[in-house]
Structures are given as C-alpha cells and as structure tokens.
C-alpha cells in the first residue's frame, strides 16, 4: 500500500515525465522552423503546382516513331491537332512537326536514300534523285513520302502524268498529306480541271486552315469554276 511519502515520489516522478514531453514537443518545433545557418527559415510550401505539361506536338519528337504502325498513330494525332490549332502560330508549329514525322518509321535504308535524293533534288540533279525514290518506292511501297518526293521529281521534270499518278498514290496512303493536296491541286488546275483543282484545295485547308495564301487561292478557283459544277 502506498504511503503519503510514496505518494508524493510518486507524483513528482509523474510531474518530471510531462515536464519532459513538453520540452521535447516545443523543441521539436523549434528546430522545424529554425533558419539553417546563414539564412532564414523557409515555410514548407503546401500543394506546390507540378511544371506543366508539354503540348503534344512537342513531346513526340523526343521518341520518334520506329514503325509504320506508330508514325500512323502518331500522324492521326497530329492531324487532329493542326484542324484545330488555335492561331497560324501554332497550327505552323504542329506543321513542322508532322513534316519531320513524315520521313520517320520506315527503318536506317529508306532513311539513307531519302536524304541521297533530297541532295540530287536540291542540286536539281533529277535523274540521280529518281534512281533513289525508285528504289525507295520499290523498298517501301506504303511510305507516302516516298511516292510524293518522287512526283516533286517528275514535276520538275515536267512529267505531270506521272506526278499526277504517284501523287494520287501519296494521298491513298495519307488522305491528309496537305502538301500532296497542295501539288494536286496545282496539276490539277494547270492540265485544266478546275473542279478537281478546287476540291484538292477545299480539302487542303480542311486539314491546313493556316496554310499560306489558302483563301485567296480558294476564291479565285471559286470564280474560275463558277457555273461548271464540282
């Protein structure tokens, strides 16, 4: 049984414990907001906002598409992305960015002698540049940019059957290849279809509402096939 003496211990020993936990918790505190040397104490920011995100268009050329499967997903976003850009800003951004997809995906060969015949193209050596993009068209008969570099070459080379040919063959492989609905539209009006002209266009912008000087273009092939038909 415990004495008034016991007792007394007793509570001054309980006394003690508390005494303790409270300095402890208050020093705790303390050093949580202590400044570390040379400097001030800095408050834990709470929800602190994450960086945002890259916009879509500037993320997928740091892992280019390795297969034609992926570039046709890729290029079906991108697509989606330019017939609703908000401003020319953008839209020519997203652009870009879908012309450099254009050449990826089709493995190390067709790379290499793509390049070999943008090089005889741009020093106009078009013989040499049609020897590549046929092999290119024979290695890959499913890479559109293969066949619309080859109808460039013939075009330069004023063969517009076969540039007509091989740009129909671009656009059964990528409907919204807007620079092969450009060069169509093009051919189209020169050789005197203007309703087949005008559709090419209309489709264009469709799929490029920033693509340069398109409005004007629209209205003047508007006026040339007023009253034929389309």
């Known amino acids: 049984m415990l004495t008034y003496q016991n007792r007394s211990e007793f509570i001054r020993s309980i006394a003690a414990v508390v005494m303790w936990a409270v300095f402890v918790s208050f020093a705790g505190a303390s050093y949580a907001q ?11 920011p709470k929800n602190q906002a994450e960086p ?9 050329l ?4 390795d297969s034609p499967l992926k570039r046709a997903e890729v290029l079906a976003n991108l697509y989606a992305l330019l ?10 951004e997203i652009a870009g960015v879908i012309e450099r997809i254009w050449l990826f ?9 793509m390049q070999r015949a943008t090089l005889a193209l741009s020093q106009k050596d078009y013989a040499l ?18 066949w619309h570099q080859r109808a460039v070459v013939h075009y330069s080379r004023n063969e517009f059957a076969r540039a007509l040919g091989d740009l129909r063959r671009v656009l059964a492989l990528d409907e919204n290849h807007y620079k092969a609905l450009e060069g169509l539209s093009r051919m189209l009006e020169e050789t005197g279809q203007k309703a087949g002209a005008l559709a090419a266009h ?3 912008m469709s799929v490029h509402p920033f693509w ?4 004007q273009r629209l209205r003047e092939l508007e006026r040339e096939t007023e009253g034929q038909g389309i």
């Not at 740091?62 to 598409?65: I, K, L, N, V």
């Not at 995906?105 to 002698?113: E, Q, R």
């Not at 540049?129 to 890479?143: G, H, K, N, S």
């Not at 340069?212 to 409005?215: I, Q, S």
Request: proline letters at 13%; charged letters at 30%.
């Open 83 to 92: 017939a609703t850009a908000k401003n020319a800003e953008v839209g020519t």
């Open 129 to 146: 540049a049609q020897r590549f993009l046929d092999a290119v068209v024979d290695l890959a008969p499913d890479y559109a940019e293969g």
């Open 105 to 113: 995906g089709h493995g190390d060969t067709i790379a290499v002698l």
């Open 34 to 44: 202590a400044p570390l040397p040379g400097g001030k104490a800095e408050p834990i």
């Open 212 to 215: 340069p000087d398109a409005d």
């Open 202 to 204: 209309r489709k264009l």
């Open 62 to 65: 740091e892992e280019p598409p």
């Open 52 to 60: 945002p995100e890259k916009p879509y268009h500037k993320r997928v």
